[in-house]
Nanobody, 121 residues
């Protein structure tokens, strides 16, 4: 059974870059048909799909975040990463990495436990 685990700093200063890594075990990120995504949930709000990377390395982004977001992968480590640039306090959220065959879903069949990221000076 696939397991996903997010890691990264819990506190980021405004205007800096948020960087998170998802380590995958029990399955390969190069397995066909899956999208490997990042989803976040700000306090008091619903989950928001941010973007994804597929088996070929192609990336997909939420239009409203596209200019600030980059998703990449390291197949040798079975990891994929999120970078969100020029963060503001509105980017404070619990960030999840996830896997599903459906692009853009906020109810993936597999996801990590989530990691809290706070943007504050």
């Amino acid at each position: 059974q696939v397991q996903l685990q997010e890691s990264g700093p819990g506190l980021v200063k405004p205007s800096q870059t948020l960087s998170l890594t998802c380590t995958v075990s029990g399955g390969s990120i190069t397995t066909n048909y899956y999208y490997w995504s990042w989803i976040r949930q700000p306090p008091g709000k619903g989950k928001e799909w941010m973007g994804a990377i597929d088996v070929s390395g192609s990336t997909y982004y939420r239009p409203s975040l596209k200019s600030r977001t980059s998703i990449s992968r390291d197949t040798s480590k079975n990891q994929f990463t999120l970078q969100l640039r020029s963060v503001t306090p509105e980017d404070t959220a619990v960030y999840y990495c996830a896997r599903d065959v459906v692009l853009g879903t906020t109810t993936p069949t597999a996801w990590g436990q989530g990691t809290q990221v706070t943007v504050s000076s």
